[in-house]
């Protein structure tokens, strides 16, 4: 019976290769793992039709990866780590950098592999670097919380379709990458800030993936103010209707909505609430004797406030007659007829009438008298 050592030898996470194990070797039922050194250099260096790869999240591999890989038993979708332990930290020191990716194609030439620039410059690698790339499995993602890295991004009409269609080119997504995706030829950088289930790396290929937004950098909070003027902070508080502040992209859109409803709201007719103007003279707009008044207001014949003071007004010579005020639902079409001296009714009564049409007739052409 060999040892544990022997048989990590064959079957373990080291150079396995396609050597199967010797037949007094005892199988420990652990899966081979994809593991590899490759050249990386940027996807614009492949050229061809490959260039709309730089805004994915899948790389570019050569065919022996693929001989290999159908040699071992990994799960599909194909899922990489690719990571690079030579990379500077922040302080100088050297560090570990990870990305989780997928493959588009393996038709890259051999010993190289092909990445998107954002993956470079997440590994801080150079072309020709060494990067190691290694097979994993990766759960199925429920939520990603993303931060966009410019103010730019609140120019998108509409972000959910814009994040499903780029989104189709990514297989994984890991925490504290900073992802690139292009719309109406201009770039953008969004960060990946959290993961569920998992809080490093999720796979996002056939699966519901729920989307939250940080505030993009460089955002500023525009405040609130309130009837008296007065300015509230919209962190931690409730807004006016009793409910949470939402994201601030949603505040954006809420926002331009309700300036849309007030707009559309002061344009909406409005029935007499004009205001009148003339067209001549005082002269012309003094009203007459013989005018006709119609007033209806809910079936009584009372005369509207002001319209005897505009025909006093008018009457006493005033260039400006004083407005007309009548309530809503009312119309007007003049002012009281007043009958010329003598035409009361009732004043010829009990006498007879008088003689019309008393003049004498004249022919143009005389009857002959037979």
Known sequence: MYSDESSDEYGGDGYGGFAAAPPFQRYTGRQRQFKRFYSAYPMAAYGGNKIEANYGGKILMPPSALDELSQLEVVYPLLFKLQNEDAAGDDGSAATRRTHCGVLEFVAEEGRVYLPQWMMETLHLDPGAAVEVINVALLHGSLVKLQPQSTDFLDISDHRAVL??????????????????????????????????????????ETDLSVDFAPPVGYVEPTPRDESGSQTSASGQQSADGSRPHSSIAKDILRKESAAKDEAASLRFQAFRGAGARLGSAAADRPAASSVRSY????????PHGAGDTAVAAGGGQEAPVPLDMPVGTLYFGYQLVPPPGSEPGEDEGQPPKDRFQGEGRALRQRRKR
């Open 164 to 205: 499903e269609n780029a989104l189709r080119r990514f297989s994984a997504l890991t925490v504290d990458d900073k992802i690139a995706i292009e719309y109406n030829g201009r770039e953008y950088k969004i960060a990946i800030l959290e993961t569920q289930p998992s809080p490093s790396a999720i796979n996002i290929v």
């Open 296 to 303: 209806a207001a809910a079936g009584t014949g009372d005369q």
